[in-house]
């Protein structure tokens, strides 16, 4: 090594033992600016993912409420509540099952009449 004089690629005016520590240093630097941009990269994925999984959660947010207000117009229709009343998620599940309930019974009153008939 000795007798060969070494200059960095980028700064001629950097020479012998500083080289190889200004190369080190440089080499550092891509690794830093790739990891950067690596980063950069996930972070603009993350935000995508998060904006998709926020405007999941309004349509189902919407489609819960449509469910419950349709829910809620049958059970008014089967006049098991008055008009207009406001109902929670566990109390159209409780309703739910009163209109299940209230269904088969008119099946079964129907089932009752035919074999009358016949």
């Given at each position: 090594?000795?007798?060969?004089?070494?200059?960095?690629?980028?700064?001629?005016?950097?020479?012998?033992?500083?080289?190889?520590?200004?190369?080190?240093y440089?080499?550092?630097?891509?690794?830093?600016?790739?990891?950067?941009?690596?980063?950069?990269?996930?972070?603009?994925?993350?935000?995508?993912?998060?904006?998709?999984?926020?405007?999941?959660?309004?349509?189902?947010?919407?489609?819960?409420?449509?469910?419950?207000?349709?829910?809620?117009?049958?059970?008014?229709?089967?006049?098991?509540?008055?008009p207009?009343?406001?109902?929670?998620?566990?109390?159209?599940?409780m309703?739910?099952?009163?209109?299940?309930?209230?269904?088969e019974?008119?099946?079964?009153?129907?089932?009752?009449?035919q074999?009358?008939?016949?």
């Open positions: 090594m000795s007798g060969v004089n070494r200059y960095h690629p980028y700064h001629p005016h950097i020479a012998g033992r500083d080289v190889i520590l200004a190369c080190d440089d080499a550092q630097t891509v690794l830093l600016e790739n990891a950067k941009s690596h980063c950069d990269q996930w972070m603009s994925l993350h935000d995508k993912m998060e904006a998709e999984r926020n405007a999941i959660q309004v349509e189902l947010a919407h489609h819960a409420q449509l469910l419950g207000q349709a829910l809620g117009e049958c059970i008014f229709a089967a006049k098991i509540i008055r207009n009343v406001s109902l929670t998620g566990p109390e159209l599940l309703f739910a099952q009163d209109l299940k309930i209230h269904l019974s008119i099946q079964q009153e129907h089932i009752d009449e074999s009358e008939l016949g």
